[in-house]
């Protein structure tokens, strides 16, 4: 382009290079080798590796969008005469979750490429990204009654982990509320859990913004008081992979969360309060109270009343009656009845699927009202959730920490054992000691056998 050469290399530099320098460069030696410096370069990353390249005309500006083989994200560079730039990167794949900002038009990303990215989409800018070791599955921002100022996010990934991450200017200056230094804008963790052993598909705040909600493909909900440090309160168990989370709006008297599952059951269930709730030994919450529904797809209760094909021929052979009865009343003879129209094929039998439709999403509309959308007959199976060996959830640590106490009774039950027996034996050592120090015809001998007898008045 213009005599200019432009390559992406697994170092993660986009060197530009002029190509007529190139073509009439020759060897001074024998090895046919020349080193040549590049007339631009630009690193995206340290641990970036590029293989592919392609060129595109944006209002007859030339654009080149870069690959990286690592995480599968695509960069967007300006390469003209100038230094090469970066314009924007962007997910691979679909998007597993966005979220707006409930103060200003800020939007948040997540994907299964392990980033989380906030937008700008009034100026159609990526502002800021953060990285993982896991892919994004679930995100949802914090709404004013947790965080007055929106710059709270909670992200759920495909380990069963969520995190809570902050949104800021390091300077200082407003980033959320106005566009002001938006280049500015960083991220940062501010808290880490893992309440799930696989993904985690839904994320809600409450009305008040005093628990946190999170479901995942592991059949449990799990509860959190939002706090300055989130609180684990306990989990619940359901009856099959959760789809979405949905709590009742101001218009309802109580706080209700509305549960979807994968597999067509909805459950409803009250808010937890933390102080009821034992979690000396576990996490599980079994007193909680919750409503069941079950959802079938509608086609398993139809019922085949009539084929139409077979009213069709039913009525034609009551015409084709009627006609040979008006021909006899006329005195006519009939030789030869109309030829009949071919049967049609049986109507194929009714498929009534076995499992009910997958929910896909759903929301209360009145109280003790809600609507829910369901998808087709089929549904793919769910590839397994990659999980990392040596991970924890929530209740796991619980459960270990019960078992390490009980564990730890009883080693000190044994340990005080042991003390009192040594103790009777040091006892016994000095008892026997000092019946030698005895005359003979005083002492006690192995053979001779002490009752104590205890007189009762």
């Known amino acids: 382009?213009?005599?200019?050469?432009?390559?992406?290399?697994?170092?993660?530099?986009?060197?530009?290079?002029?190509?007529?320098?190139?073509?009439?460069?020759?060897?001074?030696?024998?090895?046919?080798?020349?080193?040549?410096?590049?007339?631009?370069?630009?690193?995206?990353?340290?641990?970036?590796?590029?293989?592919?390249?392609?060129?595109?005309?944006?209002?007859?500006?030339?654009?080149?969008?870069?690959?990286?083989?690592?995480?599968?994200?695509?960069?967007?560079?300006?390469?003209?005469?100038r230094d090469p730039e970066c314009l924007y990167t962007f997910h691979s794949g679909r998007i597993e979750a966005v979220s707006v900002s409930p103060v200003t038009y800020l939007m948040a990303t997540t994907a299964l490429d392990r980033s989380v990215r906030i937008y700008d989409f009034i100026s159609n800018r990526q502002l800021?990204?953060?990285?993982?070791?896991?892919?994004?599955?679930?995100?949802?921002?914090?709404?004013?009654?947790?965080?007055?100022?929106?710059?709270?996010?909670?992200?759920?990934?495909?380990?069963?982990?969520?995190?809570?991450?902050?949104?800021?200017?390091?300077?200082?200056?407003a980033a959320l509320r106005g566009r002001t230094n938006i280049g500015n804008t960083e991220i940062n963790l501010k808290q880490a859990f893992k309440p799930h052993t696989s993904a985690v598909t839904a994320l809600a705040y409450e009305q008040n913004g005093d628990v946190l909600a999170t479901g995942s493909k592991d059949k449990t909900v799990f509860f959190f008081a939002v706090e300055e440090k989130y609180e684990p309160i306990g989990f619940i168990h359901v009856p099959g992979p959760v789809q979405a989370l949905q709590w009742s709006p101001p218009s309802h008297v109580e706080s209700m969360l509305l549960i979807l599952c994968e597999n067509g059951f909805v459950l409803q269930v009250p808010a937890p309060v933390p102080e009821e709730q034992d979690t000396a030994s576990t996490y599980q919450i079994k007193n909680l109270p919750t409503q069941y529904f079950h959802f079938y797809s509608i086609k398993s209760r139809i019922k085949v009343k009539y084929s139409p094909a077979e009213e069709f021929h039913q009525e034609k052979e009551k015409a084709r009656l009627e006609w040979i009865k008006q021909q006899q009343e006329m005195g006519k003879d009939i030789e030869e009845e109309p030829e009949e129209e071919p049967e049609e094929e049986p109507l194929p039998p009714l498929y009534i699927p076995e499992e009910p439709s997958p929910i896909l999403c759903g929301f209360y509309s009145a109280p003790g009202k809600f609507w829910l959308s369901l998808s087709g007959l089929e549904m793919e199976k769910a590839a397994e959730d990659i999980e990392d060996p040596n991970a924890y959830n929530i209740e796991e640590v619980k459960q270990k920490e019960e078992y390490e106490r009980i564990m730890k009774e009883a080693e000190d039950k044994k340990s005080k054992k042991r003390e009192e027996l040594t103790a009777l034996r040091e006892e016994f050592l000095f008892l026997l000691q000092k019946n030698q120090e005895l005359p003979k015809h005083m002492q006690l001998h192995r053979d001779v056998c002490l009752f104590f007898i205890n007189h009762l008045p």
């Not at 993660?12 to 024998?30: H, L, Q, T």
């Not at 990353?45 to 969008?65: A, C, E, R, T």
């Open 128 to 173: 800021s990204e953060i990285q993982f070791k896991q892919g994004g599955t679930a995100l949802m921002w914090a709404p004013r009654v947790v965080n007055p100022k929106g710059g709270l996010i909670a992200v759920g990934f495909e380990d069963g982990v969520v995190r809570i991450i902050e949104i800021y200017d390091p300077k200082g200056l």
């Open 1 to 81: 382009d213009e005599g200019e050469l432009t390559t992406v290399g697994q170092d993660g530099f986009i060197r530009v290079w002029n190509f007529e320098a190139i073509d009439a460069a020759d060897s001074v030696d024998d090895t046919g080798l020349l080193e040549v410096e590049p007339m631009n370069e630009l690193q995206v990353g340290k641990n970036v590796s590029l293989n592919f390249m392609s060129k595109v005309h944006d209002n007859g500006q030339p654009i080149w969008y870069a690959q990286h083989i690592a995480e599968f994200l695509v960069f967007c560079f300006a390469l003209q005469t």
